[in-house]
């Protein structure tokens, strides 16, 4: 059973940056989509970004803009998310989750990933 754990949040000034690890255990990481999705207080879930499993194709929601950068590293079971010029809308938990159903999955919603991490909080405030 693949589980995942997400790293790395924490508390930043608008405009600064941080970058979150999303590290797989019990399964290789690398049969799988991986997404990004994040949950503001009082709001839905909304996904920030996706990836393949060879990295060949990426996908961001409109709001990344060029700021966060999704990566992925197989050897190591790890993900990456790299946000850059943060905003304090940005604040919320982030969650990455895996997905198996290439085709589902590259419509980055979280209807379409099966295995999930317990978040990791970010928040973006002076």
């Known amino acids: 059973q693949l589980q995942l754990v997400e790293s790395g949040g924490g508390m930043v000034q608008p405009g600064g940056s941080l970058t979150l690890s999303c590290a797989a255990s019990?399964?290789?990481?690398?049969?799988?989509?991986i997404g990004w999705f994040r949950q503001a207080p009082g709001k839905g879930r909304e996904g920030v970004s996706c990836?393949?499993?060879?990295?060949?194709?990426?996908a961001y929601s409109d709001f990344v803009n060029g700021r966060f950068i999704i990566s992925r590293d197989n050897a190591q079971n790890t993900v990456y998310l790299h946000m850059n010029t943060l905003k304090p809308e940005d604040t919320g938990v982030y969650f990455c989750?895996?997905?198996?159903?290439?085709?589902?999955?590259?419509?980055?919603?979280?209807?379409?990933?099966?295995?999930w991490g317990q978040g990791t909080q970010v928040t973006v405030s002076s």
């Open positions: 990836i393949s499993p060879s990295s060949g194709w990426i």
């Open positions: 019990g399964s290789g990481l690398s049969y799988y989509h």
């Open positions: 989750a895996a997905s198996s159903r290439s085709a589902d999955a590259r419509l980055c919603r979280g209807d379409s990933y099966d295995f």
